[in-house]
């Protein structure tokens, strides 16, 4: 499996990012709230589909089965406990405490370690995959690239990859609606995974590859979608939704008004409370040179 190499970054190298009057609470706290609400994370939120780790071994040119993988802001294990399914040799990279609590607490023979993508604590060359499952955005690309291309070995894949809403379905669309009517435009335009403003992370992505190419040639990069669904009760689809962390770090208070209004809302939709929860994943894999 990767090896650890370099010493753990301490919380000042934690993920960073201003706070400003337009967009709230900075990256570092949007970042963090997640700890103190891990176990419901880990209950709540969607996984991944088969048909997405698929397409990474497609692009990639081999399975993840015997490869060595770094799963980087690991969070409570979703993706790192897939991954170990389908045979990797893997160990995690979680930089909050209380989510690498819950990771140890239900996958206790997974090897974590604490540490974030900005500073790798791992060895030169030690991974075949490096993966990030809805964590990339947390970093600061123009380090967190390096240390990616640093710690994979040559013909190694880098992918990562984001549960979308899928924003072409009705209800969903509805939702965002409402979430930006009780919050603020602002504060859906910080939320990656909704509206109607979302872009996809491929530009910004391909540009910190070529920014980061030591050669002046920019690493092709591969993007895919991979659509997908779930159907949950009514209360788990809401505490998914309270989990993220637009939501977090705007108050309990303000967080339980809307989730109120919005399980009425709902019901209204889905009067046998099972919701049809429907997803794009979209999937960004980059190569390095043989």
Do not use: K
């Amino acid at each position: 499996m990767p090896t650890p190499g370099h010493p753990l970054p301490g919380p000042s190298d934690s993920t960073t990012g201003p706070s400003d009057s337009t967009t709230g609470p900075s990256l570092t706290a949007r970042a963090h709230s997640f700890n103190t609400i891990a176990a419901q994370y880990a209950a709540n939120r969607p996984s991944y589909p088969p048909a997405l780790f698929a397409a990474i071994e497609e692009i990639a040119g081999r399975p993840f089965a015997g490869a060595r993988v770094a799963d980087i802001g690991a969070g409570t294990g979703m993706a790192t406990a897939l991954l170990h399914r389908r045979g990797a040799e893997i160990v995690a990279v979680e930089p909050g405490e209380g989510m690498a609590a819950e990771f140890r607490r239900a996958h206790p023979g997974i090897p974590l370690v604490r540490g974030d993508g900005n500073s790798l604590p791992l060895a030169d060359s030690c991974a075949d995959f490096v993966t990030y499952a809805q964590a990339w955005h947390w970093t600061d690309p123009a380090r967190a690239l390096p240390e990616a291309l640093r710690v994979l070995r040559p013909g190694g894949a880098l992918a990562l990859w984001w549960n979308l809403d899928a924003q072409d379905v009705p209800w969903i669309a509805e939702q965002t609606d409402r979430v930006r009517q009780h919050y603020g435009d602002a504060v859906v335009a910080v939320w990656g995974t909704r509206g109607s403003a979302r872009t996809s992370a491929l530009p910004a992505f391909t540009a910190a590859l070529g920014a980061a190419a030591a050669d002046g040639r920019t690493p092709h990069c591969v993007r895919e979608l991979v659509r997908w669904s779930r159907r949950v009760p009514l209360d788990t689809h809401l505490a998914n939704l309270g989990s993220h962390s637009v939501f977090l770090v705007h108050g309990p208070e303000r967080s339980a008004a809307f989730l109120a209004e919005e399980r009425d809302h709902l019901l209204r939709r889905f009067p046998e409370g099972v919701v049809e929860e429907v997803y794009d994943v979209e999937l960004l894999v980059t190569t390095t040179v043989s």
